[in-house]
């Protein structure tokens, strides 16, 4: 059973900082896309970073550009996302998801197949 596993939201002042962590589990992902995608409420989800299998191809959503970093440890089977200068607007459900296939630039929710619970982000004025 593949599973994908978020930790490491909460709530932070604006400012502050947040690491997500998402462990997979079930099948490796050693050789796939990871992505993070967020969904504020009253909203549609909403791409935010995703890393190919070796970290050689990494993008961001414009509004965290320089504030969000995202990695993977293959050897953990875990992606993380660094999230500093938080601001109101990060508030969000935040997901992790699992492409299948072995291209890189997947910004849609529909070329990922498997997504983990989701973990709030709370950002406070």
């Known amino acids: 059973q593949v599973q994908l596993v978020e930790s490491g939201g909460g709530l932070v002042q604006t400012g502050g900082s947040l690491q997500l962590s998402c462990a997979t589990s079930g099948r490796s992902f050693s050789r796939n896309t990871l992505g993070w995608f967020r969904q504020a409420p009253g909203k549609e989800l909403e791409f935010v970073a995703i890393?190919?299998?070796?970290?050689?191809?990494?993008d961001y959503l414009k509004s965290v550009l320089d504030r969000f970093t995202i990695s993977r440890d293959n050897e953990k089977n875990t992606v993380y996302l660094q999230m500093n200068s938080l601001k109101p607007e990060d508030t969000a459900v935040y997901y992790c998801?699992?492409?299948?296939?072995?291209?890189?630039?997947?910004?849609?929710?529909?070329?990922?197949?498997?997504w983990g619970q989701g973990t709030q982000v709370t950002v406070s004025p």
């Open positions: 890393i190919n299998w070796n970290g050689g191809y990494i």
């Open positions: 998801a699992a492409s299948t296939g072995l291209g890189h630039a997947y910004y849609s929710p529909n070329d990922y197949h498997y």
